[in-house]
């Protein structure tokens, strides 16, 4: 039970027989429901403590408000004796509002009222205030809305909103290039430049190597196109030799790779880099190593321009024995990449692979999956989630999985989605909607208004503002 008493200071001095004392109105019990196409307000209403002269009539109106929306509801009229012959007498025909309760006030007695009115249900009545306006005066609810004494919160469960965005169609590949890289840390013995498969960790290495080639070469719908090797060496030593051991042991590398596979068709090329400077820089910038900023000025340095000097200098630091040991072996490296097409497919057999190996479909492959199914499904939502694990960088697919981020009513990941969107009538839309999730209503019928001149979303933003006005 919850009992809340409105007590208004008596404005009956604007009339010729005013009320002399205040007027508290106490609402003791109440319920909102919604039922149907309709609102239905329930209050047990007790005004024992109402002092009326005969000749009197206090009007409690109830209002109904959130935000801009208001709406008053029939009042409580509450009559004095005279008043209330003179009411009867004229059959109740003259009305303050349709649907208003009126009773005579007994002076002195316990009395309450049991106040029930229906009026049409608006969504934006789930989280309204209910408060009450008490004329005393005959000045009218709209002229005393300051003086209004709240009276509780509705807090119904809130419609489910269903924004309608608008999905952007992918633009078709011509030709679907792939690639798949790597990564070789071989071991040789000192100054050789030939491939010893059992040696150290030689075998692990190559099999990775194998492993990649393979992959392509296993799938049907694919052809290699171009095969390339890089290899790198540290900076320890004299360069001219490190230049013709990066050179050669790249060569070695795919040399081993062609002898194992069919490349006669396939363009492969092989380069290096004789001493990798830039990687060195690269993970002794990130290391915890002593005197790491002392080496880094050497290394980055315009001075000494020569690779052997350089090196000299570094030599003379103490930081020098620990980078030699811990970030050298990781600059001697051959990087191999693999490029092939991948066939375009039909939908029927692109509804097969996309839950079988994704990656081999282009977005706008998936986008067509996507459309076989009903829109908003679990199946037509999945199709861009999973096209935007496939592809996470791409702003199409962003855009798309935003769009499902909202219909799922997520609206921190549609921001992480939309942040990778690019600039377009339909990410304006998808702002747009994340503005009606936050229930900001005036600026979503701002933004949405707007948009509905832009012909991309002008259909889903015209719907969507007549969900926003319905909540409003």
């Not at 009126?102 to 009395?111: C, G, L, S, T």
């Not at 419609?159 to 690639?179: D, G, L």
């Not at 596979?261 to 290391?287: H, I, K």
């Not at 999985?401 to 799922?408: K, P, R, S, V």
Request: include cysteine; aromatic fraction near 6%; hydrophobic fraction near 40%.
């Amino acid at each position: 039970m919850m009992k809340k008493t409105i007590s208004t200071l008596l404005m009956g001095l604007c009339a010729a027989s005013a009320l002399q004392a205040q007027s508290p109105v106490t609402v003791e019990r109440q319920s909102v429901q919604r039922s149907g196409n309709d609102l239905v307000v329930n209050m047990h209403i007790d005004i024992s403590q109402m002092q009326l002269g005969s000749n009197r009539t206090v009007v409690c109106t109830p209002l109904l408000q959130k935000g801009d929306s208001l709406l008053a509801l029939p009042p409580l009229v509450v009559n004095g004796r005279t008043r209330q012959i003179a009411y009867e007498r004229r059959d109740g025909k003259a009305l303050v509002q349709p649907g208003e309760v009126v009773v005579r006030r007994k002076n002195n007695a316990e009395q309450q009222v049991d106040y029930l009115v229906k009026v049409p249900y608006r969504p934006w009545m789930n989280r309204a205030d209910v408060s009450m306006v008490t004329d005393l005066c005959g000045c009218g609810w709209k002229n005393l809305q300051n003086e209004k004494a709240h009276l509780f919160a509705v807090n119904l469960s809130m419609p489910e909103i269903k924004p309608v965005p608008a999905f952007i169609a992918p633009a078709a590949e011509a030709v679907k290039r792939r690639t798949l890289n790597g990564q070789a840390y071989l071991d040789f013995p000192v100054g050789s430049t030939v491939i010893r498969p059992d040696y150290r960790k030689n075998p692990g290495e190559l099999a990775a190597i194998r492993n990649t080639i393979e992959t392509v070469k296993s799938n049907s719908n694919a052809t290699i196109t171009h095969v390339a090797i890089k290899g790198f060496a540290s900076p320890e030593g004299a360069y001219a030799n490190n230049r013709r051991l990066a050179e050669r042991r790249a060569q070695a590398l795919l040399a081993y790779v062609k002898e194992l596979y069919d490349f006669s068709n396939v363009p492969c090329d092989v380069t290096s880099v004789p001493e990798d400077w830039e990687g060195l820089a690269t993970r002794l910038a990130a290391s915890t190593i002593e005197g790491r900023d002392e080496a880094l000025a050497i290394i980055r340095a315009d001075q000494p321009a020569d690779p052997d000097a350089r090196e000299w200098k570094l030599k003379q630091l103490p930081a020098y024995k620990q980078i030699l040991a811990d970030i050298y072996p990781a600059l001697r490296h051959s990087d191999y990449l693999v490029e092939y097409n991948i066939r375009n497919f039909t939908v029927d057999e692109a509804l097969d692979i996309i839950y079988r190996d994704p990656s081999q479909l282009s977005l706008e492959e998936m986008h067509r999956v996507a459309l076989t199914y009903p829109a908003g499904s679990d199946e037509f939502k999945e199709v861009f989630e999973i096209a935007v694990r496939m592809y996470p960088d791409d702003p199409v697919s962003n855009l798309n999985a935003a769009n499902i981020a909202l219909q799922n009513r997520q609206a921190d990941k549609a921001r992480r989605y939309l942040a990778k969107a690019a600039p377009s009538a339909q990410k304006e839309l998808a702002e747009a909607i994340l503005l009606m999730l936050d229930e900001r209503w005036a600026d979503a019928e701002t933004a949405l208004s707007r948009l509905t001149s832009q012909p991309e979303v002008s259909e889903a933003a015209t719907a969507n503002l007549e969900l926003v006005k319905l909540m409003r």
